[in-house]
C-alpha cells in the first residue's frame, strides 16, 4: 500500500497549484491513500487478449443516413411576396 506523508501532500499541492487547510491535511492524506489503494487494484485485473481502446467509439457511425425528406418550397414561399424576380425577393434598396 501507498503511504501519503507530508512530503507527498506538499508536492501534490505544488503541482495542482493548490493549498490544502491544516485542518483538512490529515483527511486529503486519508483520501490520497484510499484512491492510490484503488488504483493498485486495477492492476490486478487481468487484460490478456483485451486489445487497448484507442477511444470510446466503436467506429461505426451512429447516424442515420443523410436523405432529404422535405422538398424546396420556395416556389410556396415567393407566393408570399409583394414582388419578385428570378426567384428571389425584391425589397428597396438601402444605402
Do not use: C, W
Not at 491544516?22 to 486489445?51: H, I
Amino acid at each position: 500500500m501507498v503511504k501519503v506523508d507530508e512530503t507527498v501532500l506538499e508536492k501534490a499541492e505544488v503541482l495542482s497549484k493548490l493549498q490544502i487547510a491544516p485542518s483538512e491535511r490529515e483527511r486529503t492524506m486519508r483520501e490520497m491513500e484510499m484512491l492510490l489503494a484503488y488504483v493498485e487494484r486495477l492492476n490486478e485485473v487481468d487484460t490478456e487478449g483485451v486489445l487497448p481502446l484507442s477511444h470510446g467509439e466503436s467506429g461505426e457511425s451512429s447516424l442515420r443516413a443523410d436523405v432529404v425528406t422535405n422538398p424546396d418550397g420556395r416556389e410556396a414561399v415567393l407566393l408570399n411576396a409583394p414582388e419578385q424576380r428570378d426567384g428571389q425577393f425584391v425589397v428597396p434598396k438601402t444605402v
